[in-house]
């Protein structure tokens, strides 16, 4: 059973940075996209950033870009995101999505999904 779990969310400043983290097991990912996505209360799921196979290619949604960086790791099987500059418009849920061509999975057609954790900035 293939299984996301992210990690590293939390209650931080605004002005602050957070490293979420996503590991995955059950199968490994190596050759393979990974991807975050997030969803705040009462909108719609938004894309936050992927990273293709081979980890160079990288796509940043337009609210993020020049803030967050996504970075693998195959030996762990993981992946992360490095979000700096936080802002209270970055509260959300934040899912982990693995699995699929890094252009399916930007669209949100990820094969496998983390159950989330929680990021609130407060100012």
């Known amino acids: 059973q293939v299984q996301l779990v992210e990690s590293g969310g939390g209650l931080v400043q605004a002005g602050d940075s957070l490293r979420l983290s996503c590991a995955a097991s059950?199968?490994?990912?190596?050759?393979?996209?990974w991807g975050w996505f997030r969803q705040a209360p009462g909108k719609e799921r938004e894309f936050v950033a992927s990273i293709g196979w081979s980890g160079s290619v990288k796509n940043y949604g337009d609210s993020v870009k020049g803030r967050a960086t996504i970075r693998r790791d195959d030996d762990k099987n993981m992946v992360y995101l490095q979000m700096n500059s936080l802002q209270r418009e970055d509260t959300a849920v934040y899912y982990c999505?693995?699995?699929?061509?890094?252009?399916?999975?930007?669209?949100?057609?990820?094969?496998?999904w983390g159950q989330g954790t929680q990021v609130t900035v407060s100012s």
């Open positions: 059950g199968r490994s990912f190596r050759g393979d996209s």
């Open positions: 999505t693995a699995g699929g061509a890094v252009q399916l999975l930007t669209a949100g057609n990820g094969k496998f």
